[in-house]
């Protein structure tokens, strides 16, 4: 079987740039955009590791497939692997696909400047630190936002409570 691996690094950030294309799209773009502006874009996936977690859907796919189709029939395993992996190198090409359609919903999101600024900053020692530190910052941001908001609950309950005690107490 073949593997794919991608960098937690891209999933925080490459979910968060499609995430903020989708929910901000440019509405200047009726039409295709240009051939330097899709390039731009190609870029900034590439700088911003934003498609390398779609790296693991066709290796997930086969593995899941090959795990169904052995279970059913545990006598043809080694068919199914080698068949399953066939179609799934056959499949392979189709990557591009998602590759294309990625850079299009960026350059309908961003100029050419904005994609051309995203890539430079990516492709800086600055932006190669962010994508690695990224997981790890928002981890540690999520138990810090989760012992802070313990800390309101608290605070509010007790400051509630004496309130509605009644006076004299």
């Not at 950030?13 to 440019?26: F, N, R």
């Not at 169904?68 to 006598?75: E, V």
């Not at 961003?110 to 990516?122: M, P």
Request: charged fraction near 25%.
């Amino acid at each position: 079987m073949f593997s794919f691996t991608a960098p937690k690094t891209a999933r925080t950030v490459g979910a968060a740039l499609i995430a903020l294309s989708c929910l901000y799209p440019s509405a200047g773009f009726a039409q295709e955009p240009s051939a330097s502006h899709l390039e731009a874009a190609k870029k900034a996936l590439t700088a911003t590791k934003a498609t390398e977690t779609f790296d693991n859907i066709l290796l997930e796919a086969s593995a899941r497939l090959a795990n169904q189709l052995t279970a059913n029939n545990p006598d043809q395993a080694d068919n199914i692997s080698t068949i399953v992996n066939e179609e799934a190198i056959a499949l392979a090409p189709r990557r591009g696909d998602l590759e294309t359609e990625a850079a299009k919903l960026f350059a309908a999101n961003f100029t050419e400047e904005e994609l051309d600024s995203i890539s430079t900053f990516f492709s800086s020692g600055p932006g190669e630190k962010y994508l690695e530190k990224t997981p790890i910052l928002a981890r540690e941001l999520g138990k810090t936002a989760r012992v802070w908001a313990t800390g309101i609950q608290r605070d509010l309950g007790e400051n509630v409570t004496k309130k509605l005690q009644p006076k004299g107490n």
